[in-house]
């Protein structure tokens, strides 16, 4: 990746970009010396190359950004080839060279949008090709196989504006040229880069762009980001987030290439991506078909999101497994995938213990780094209720999140099992003082399933109506799952934390005799209005959280 931080050429140390800092003093206007002689040092001259993929636009001669994305998917392995030679080429010491060659035609060539380009208004030279161009250039190596150069344009241009936006015409312009012979200066590109370089060379005098449609802004960023044009990626990166998006062009932002996608510049484009495609999808289950048929960097942004309308995290791990199985049926394929990229997305430390084993037993992860994901799970689960604050604290100024909690639909448990000398389980629920607030009137919150005697359970919390004195109250319930006509005896009791001791005090016991979907539980656990449960000086929040337990055992 290229350097983008050098203060010479960083808008934000060079006072060069007011839209950014509007505290800042507005950088020089160049535009009235764009290629005039009198104000310029150099001449470059830009042989265009004929492309050999044909790009698709409309009757207006736009480019579509589907036409725009296809075309650069057909391309990327030449160009990924192309870059490499590029690179080698760029850095030659071409200081005894009587003209100086540099040939672009590795630059992503998009088709680019040109109604905006008026050449008469930047009284450009164009030069018919007189076929003995390449011959001229001593650029023998870049002649055997590469396309012919269909039109030739020369611009005068001054050294050091060029230089002072960009890293790359600033070495282009220090590597030890002398003055007369070496005046001119060759770029080599192909034609449908043209429209975009124009542009780009045209924003380094004026500090503005003439097109404002996606796909053209998207090749004036590919543009600058080859030529290390800093000020000009953030201005693009600016004007694309000003347009509305759309999943397509959310998508396309964030499968730009990796160069691009690495610079500071276009963070905030992509970060705006990413947010809207997590709020579109925020619950994958209503458009779950939709999101199957996403790309990798499309689930990765859903996935990421805290606010994931899920109803637990053991299924954020189900699609998960899906999705990989559905796009990578090669084994190999889908262990890198899930290790490299999307098992970062599963906050496994909020998975269930029962789904936790399951983990261990499939082979879609590699067992290795399933083994450390399960380990550490199970020890965050293990950990202090401060201690996992601590560490959620310390993991939210990370780009990882797998200790913070999402908003699911079935707020987590934990739960300790015994065998003996009784099947016994003693079940941990945390409610917030917000959550428990967005239960009146009339709500409920369900807790994550748990097991017993091999046999599901579920606490779900109620806002109620006493039924004897008609004001709401905080209720509790146990409920089983329903499966098929089992009966289950179970003895039960719930407590909850109180001040000032912060111990837990026992407030309902009982026995029930279940059956599939049955559920019992007591509608005014505290024996107090809702309103002086949730008073500032109620004794059942301790720091904002309500601490509730039940104790289940099996009846013989």
Same mark, same amino acid.
């Given at each position: ?117 008026? &050449? %008469? =208004?930047?009284?450009?030279? $164009?030069? /018919?090709? *007189?076929?003995?161009? !390449? ?5 023998? +190596? ?105 999943? &397509? %062009? =959310?998508?396309?932002?964030? $499968?730009? /290439?990796? *160069?691009?996608?690495? !610079? ?5 484009? +992509? ?120 560490? !959620? ?5 990370? +780009? ?157």
């Amino acid at each position: 990746m290229k350097d983008q931080n050098l203060d010479l050429f960083d808008p934000r140390t060079a006072v060069m970009d007011p839209e950014y800092s509007p505290t800042r003093t507005r950088e020089p206007d160049f535009a009235f010396a764009f290629n005039d002689s009198n104000f310029s040092d150099r001449v470059l001259r830009i042989e265009i190359l004929g492309d050999s993929v044909d790009g698709g636009s409309d009757s207006n001669g736009r480019n579509s950004l589907a036409d725009w994305a296809r075309n650069r998917k057909r391309r990327r392995e030449d160009f990924r080839k192309e870059n490499d030679m590029y690179h080698s080429f760029a850095a030659l010491d071409i200081t005894e060279c009587p003209e100086q060659i540099i040939s672009c035609n590795q630059i992503d060539s998009e088709d680019a949008d040109t109604e905006n380009q008026d &050449e %008469s =208004a930047v009284a450009m030279i $164009e030069e /018919p090709n *007189s076929g003995d161009e !390449a011959a001229n250039s001593d650029d023998s +190596t870049w002649n055997c196989d590469s396309p012919r150069v269909v039109k030739v344009k020369t611009l005068h241009i001054s050294s050091p504006i060029l230089a002072a936006k960009s890293p790359f015409f600033y070495k282009l312009f220090s590597n030890g040229m002398r003055e007369s012979e070496q005046r001119r200066v060759t770029l080599r590109i192909n034609a449908s880069e043209e429209a975009a370089l124009m542009e780009l060379l045209n924003f380094m005098y004026s500090n503005t762009l003439t097109t404002n449609t996606a796909p053209a802004l998207l090749d004036v960023l590919m543009a600058a980001d080859k030529f290390e044009v800093a000020s000009c990626m953030r201005y693009c990166s600016r004007l694309l987030r000003n347009l509305p998006m759309t999943p &397509e %062009s =959310a998508l396309l932002y964030l $499968e730009l /290439p990796s *160069s691009v996608l690495m !610079a500071d510049a276009v963070q905030p484009l +992509t970060d705006a991506a990413k947010q809207f495609l997590a709020a579109r999808y925020k619950d994958i289950t209503k458009f779950q078909e939709e999101v199957m048929k996403l790309p990798l960097a499309g689930i990765e942004a859903i996935l990421s999101s805290d606010d994931l309308q899920v109803a637990s995290e053991d299924a954020v791990y189900d699609f998960v497994l899906k999705w990989t199985r559905a796009h990578y049926p090669l084994i190999e394929e889908r262990r890198e995938i899930l290790s490299s990229r999307l098992g970062r997305c599963i906050r496994f430390p909020f998975m269930s213990c029962r789904k936790l084993r399951k983990v261990l037993t499939y082979n879609d992860f590699e067992h290795e780094f399933s083994s450390k994901l399960v380990l550490e799970a199970l020890f965050f689960k293990a950990e202090a209720p401060h201690r996992q604050r601590t560490q !959620a604290a310390e993991e939210s100024a990370s +780009t990882s999140r797998r200790f913070l909690e999402r908003a699911y639909k079935y707020r987590p448990v934990k739960v300790v099992e015994f065998e003996l000398p009784r099947q016994q389980c003693i079940v941990y629920l945390d409610l917030k003082r917000d959550e428990c607030a967005n239960l009146f009137p009339s709500g409920r919150v369900y807790s994550q399933a748990f097991h017993l005697g091999g046999q599901g359970f579920f606490l779900s919390a109620h806002c109620n109506m006493d039924q004897q004195s008609s004001f709401h109250c905080f209720g509790l319930f146990l409920g089983m799952q329903e499966k098929g006509s089992v009966t289950f005896a179970v003895d039960y009791e719930f407590s909850a934390r109180t001040k000032p001791a912060e111990e837990y005090v026992s407030k309902y016991k009982g026995n029930y005799t279940f059956t599939g979907g049955k559920a019992v539980g007591y509608r005014n656990l505290f024996a107090i209005p809702w309103t002086s449960f949730m008073a500032e000086d109620s004794l059942y929040f301790i720091n904002g959280v309500l601490h509730l337990r039940a104790e289940l055992t099996i009846r013989h």
